[in-house]
């Protein structure tokens, strides 16, 4: 869903419409987006991402970061991920850097960082100001699946950006990148959630 059709669904929700800001432009609240999901029966995930992407906020934002690193710890688990050979430069750069921290201590330090990287890097893909110019963030063009974002209705981010942000090398982004895909993926199906929410209050 584009930008311009969900501030048309608030607008629908919300009697008075989006606040206006400066120079006359629309400026989405919190108590607009409030107005336009609500809780209901919405989980706390794609609300609070809803709150990210639309009415953005610290707060709603270190909520979702902490719910999506809660996930992904979920992830690592659950597949038998381990992150120790991507980050050896960050475990040893700990390691050197607090003398008093023992091998273990800088691992775990280095792995948890890296989970809220994958988290705030998945994150950063679905609110950046970066629509596919084809489709107009739409994710179709001429009736059919975008040929140049794939159906994402945005530009994707080059690999190089990707791995670079986490703190790992091209080699080890080989590794990651399908695990990645998994969390980004997951992530587009909440945003879906939350936008399926917003159009069911309007009918």
Known sequence: MSRTSFDYIIKKLNPHGPTEGLGGEPDLTTEDVYAALGYGNLADAPYRLGQTIYAPNRRDEMVF???????????FHQHGWDAKKALGRRISDHLRTNKGSTREQSEKYAIARFKVALV??????????NLCHTCNGTGSAEYRKCHRCKGAGRKTLPYSYRYDFLGISEEAWKTWSTRYSMILKEFQFWRMDYEEHAQKQTR
Do not use: H, K, Q
């Open 120 to 129: 705030r890097l998945a994150l950063y893909e679905l609110i950046r100001d």
């Open 65 to 75: 970061t902490c719910i999506g690193t809660r996930w992904v710890d979920a992830l």
